[in-house]
C-alpha cells in the first residue's frame, strides 16, 4: 500500500507508468499471499498425517518387545525422522502465520530464571552435555510469551550443542537491568565465519553444507528464533569467532 506512487498531477505518461507500475505492486502482493496460503496449507495437511504416522510408530515401538534388532533400529529412525518433519512443518507454518501478522502471542509477566531453569533441565535430559547457568541472584521478571520463549532457548541451546564438540561446555547467562533482561547462549563450538553472521537468520541458510548436513537440521530455526524474538518485542544478536565459539543473545523488555 504505501509503496504505491501518486502522481496526480504527472504529465498522462507518467500517469499511465504509474498505474501499471501501482498495478504490478498489487499483482505481487497477492502472488506472495497466494504463495504464502498455499506453504501454511501444505504444511498444515502434511503434519496431521504425519502426526498419526508418528503416533502408530511410537505405540509399536512401546509395545512390541519381540522386534529384532534392525526392525527396532528400523521403526526408531522413521520415528525420529517423522518428528523431525513435523517440526520441520510447525516451523514454516509458524513463519507463514508471522508473514501474514497472523502469528498470535501470548504475553504473560513471569520469572525468567524459572523458564531458564526449565529449559536448561530439558535440554540436559536429551543431552549428556555440561550446560551451567550463570545468573544474578534476583529474580528477573519479563514480559513475553513463555512457551514462544522456551521454544527459542530450547533452539539456542540445540544449536550450541550440535556446533561444537562434545567435550565442550555450554553456558546460559542471565542479566537484567531496570529497562531490558537478556539472555546468552554461549558455546566454545565451532564458530561462524565472519562473512556469514549477517546472513544467518535467512530462512533455509546454512554455514557449510558439508559441515552441517550431518546434523539434521533444516536452516529454518534461526529464522524462527528471530521472528519470535523480534514478534515479543525483543532482539536478537550475534557474536562469533571461527574456531573460537558463539554468543547469541537475546534481548527482552522488561
Ligand atoms: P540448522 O541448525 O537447522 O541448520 P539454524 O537456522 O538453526 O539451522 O542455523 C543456521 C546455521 O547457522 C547452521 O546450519 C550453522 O551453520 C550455523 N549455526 C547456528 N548456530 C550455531 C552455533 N551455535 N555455532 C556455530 N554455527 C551455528
Partial sequence: GQARLNLERAPSEVKELAQTFNMLLSRLSQAWEREREFVSNVSHELRTPLTIVHGYLQSVLRRQHNLTETQQEALETAASEAERTIHLLQDLLDLAR??????????????????????????????????????????????????????????????????????TSIQVKLDGNPTAATIQICDRGYGIPLQHQSRIFERFYRVDEARTRGTGGSGLGLSIVKTLVEGMGGSVTLRSKLGEGSVFTISLPV
Fill in 98 to 167: 508471522a508473514d501474514s501478522g497472523y502469528l498470535q502471542f501470548r504475553l504473560d509477566s513471569f520469572v525468567l530464571n524459572d523458564l531458564v531453569a526449565e529449559v536448561v533441565g530439558m535440554a540436559r535430559q536429551y543431552s549428556d552435555r555440561a550446560i551451567a547457568i550463570e545468573t544474578e541472584t534476583h529474580p528477573i521478571v519479563v514480559k513475553a510469551d513463555y512457551d514462544r520463549l522456551k521454544q527459542v532457548l530450547l533452539n539456542l541451546i540445540d544449536n550450541a550443542i550440535k556446533y561444537s564438540e562434545s567435550d
